[in-house]
């Protein structure tokens, strides 16, 4: 019943895309597919490559889907996708990044031996709370509807410390900022398991290598890290 009242709504109130406006195609959800392809910059990351001198070893991939762009498109809509609570948003870029996994894991060949699934990077309760949900989770939710790969419960990880605002902080002081963040709950990772951690925006990696190493305290040899853009 619900379906088809949403239906009949679409009809009379066709949805508009968050980017540019202009209506929607049925069965899209905020952004429409001009823009999904060509309104912003793949990164050099894309494909994973390591820089080796950076990352641990037992990061086996790193990838950011597009470039951030102060005050462009990308900035708009993270901001619409965490203030303004459009769930739809962080579904579409996860579907987005999901394809990317799926073409980027198979080339590396990690899908022959590994069965991906993905960690988002939790939020503080209370942050949760005045936000509504988690932006990392619903990028997760739009991988799982392209890969299939499923998602931790929301309280397979927590967020322990109340951290200071990352702002104007060095690389190192963030580090510091953030060491023993989170927490993880009874979880058991298999060996043949490749977790993946899934956030929106990668800046200095301070926060996503705080929640990688915990991951890897309880039993990860590997570790992917995804995220929509890069700063
Ligand atoms: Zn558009």
Known sequence: MRTIYNG????????????????????????CGYCI?????LTDKYLGIRDDDILPEYIAFRTSMW?????????????????????GLGIDFGKELGKLLRTLLGMQ???FCY????IPVPLNTLRRRERGFN???????GIE???GWSTVPQRAFTRIKKTKTQTGLSSA??????????KANNLNILPYELPVIVDDVYTTGATTMELASTVKHIGAERIGIATVAEA
């Open 8 to 31: 009949i709504l679409d009809i009379l109130f066709p949805g508009i895309c968050a980017c540019c406006c202009s209506p929607l195609a049925e069965g899209t959800h905020q952004i």
């Open 37 to 41: 392809k060509n309104k912003f910059e």
């Open 67 to 87: 470039e951030f762009d102060q005050s462009g498109p990308i900035q708009q809509l993270m901001h619409k996708l965490k203030y303004e609570q459009v769930y």
């Open 109 to 111: 060949g990690w899908l």
């Open 115 to 118: 069965q991906p699934f993905l």
């Open 135 to 141: 932006q990392s989770r619903a990028i997760c939710e």
């Open 145 to 147: 509807q392209v890969t």
């Open 173 to 182: 002081e963030r580090k510091n900022n953030l060491r023993g963040a989170f």
